[in-house]
């Protein structure tokens, strides 16, 4: 019998790991094992969001963040779109 991977969290953070685990993604846990963190920003509730800057091989820092939407969406300047 197989099991489902069950993941444990915030409501978020279980929703952005079964969205990218429905889109095929690779484990999140190997990809986080190998993530370069330079820094972790903690979730506070005055900005509602959270996040880390990760250095990607090639050197480049990059932020993800995770938060309230309607927070993010008014300080956000490029949305990347894969379909176009």
């Keep these: 019998m197989l099991s489902a ?3 444990l969290g915030s409501k978020t953070e ?3 790991l079964k ?5 095929g993604w ?3 846990k190997d990809i986080r094992d190998a993530a370069d963190i330079a820094l972790t920003i903690p979730f506070s509730s005055e900005r509602k969001s959270m996040g880390c800057v990760v250095q ?6 990059c ?3 995770k ?3 309607e927070i993010l969406t008014r300080k956000t300047r490029y949305v990347i779109n894969p379909d176009h």
């Excluded at 969205?19 to 889109?23: D, N």
């Design 67 to 69: 938060g309230a939407s």
């Design 19 to 23: 969205f990218a685990k429905g889109l």
């Design 56 to 61: 990607l091989p090639d050197g480049v820092l």
């Design 14 to 16: 279980t929703a952005l």
């Design 26 to 28: 690779a484990d999140y």
């Design 5 to 7: 991977t069950v993941f």
């Design 63 to 65: 932020l993800f963040m």
